[in-house]
């Protein structure tokens, strides 16, 4: 599989670029932190990049692509997570984290009352961690809700 390797390094190497002129675009005001909304993004694509230039240049020999089952809940987990993107903004942080990580937690093995209770967790501990630690103007909740 050292062509799959390097075609998927590859192309993970084109969406880091992506990303990162996508970041330009973000308009910062005068006042802002100096460091920026940018930083953050900028700081994903350049691991992707060194992720992928590593897979290109040290491909697995025998790597194992998953089928059957395992691709079924790999695509379950990329529902999730586009739905989670999509909720996030009409729903507030909290609510959409707390499901999708709920399921997500409940598909690598967790019982299903665990998963939901490290889902609730999520939400609101990285929501407080969001908001009280890292001052980020968070909304919680849906419009309407309070938070």
Do not use: N
């Not at 670029?17 to 970041?23: N, P, V």
């Not at 697995?60 to 989670?84: C, F, N």
């Not at 598909?107 to 501990?125: E, S, Y």
Request: aromatic share 10%; hydrophobic share 55%; no cysteine.
């Amino acid at each position: 599989m050292i062509r799959g390797d390097r075609i998927f390094g590859a192309v993970m190497i084109v969406i880091a670029l992506g990303y990162i002129l996508s970041a330009f675009g973000i308009q910062t005001s005068f006042m802002s932190d100096p460091v920026g909304p940018r930083l953050f993004p900028y700081m994903i694509a350049t691991v992707m990049i060194v992720s992928s230039l590593v897979m290109i240049l040290r491909p697995d020999p025998e790597a194992e692509w998953p089928t059957g089952p395992m691709l079924a809940q790999l695509g379950i987990a990329l529902v999730v997570l586009i739905a989670y993107a999509y909720a996030i903004s009409p729903l507030g942080f909290i609510i959409p984290t707390a499901i999708a990580s709920g399921i997500l937690s409940w598909q690598i093995g967790g019982k299903p009352l665990r998963a939901a209770i490290t889902g609730v967790g999520l939400g609101i501990g990285l929501w407080v961690m969001f908001r009280l630690v890292l001052g980020l103007s968070l909304r919680g909740l849906p419009v309407g809700w309070g938070m």
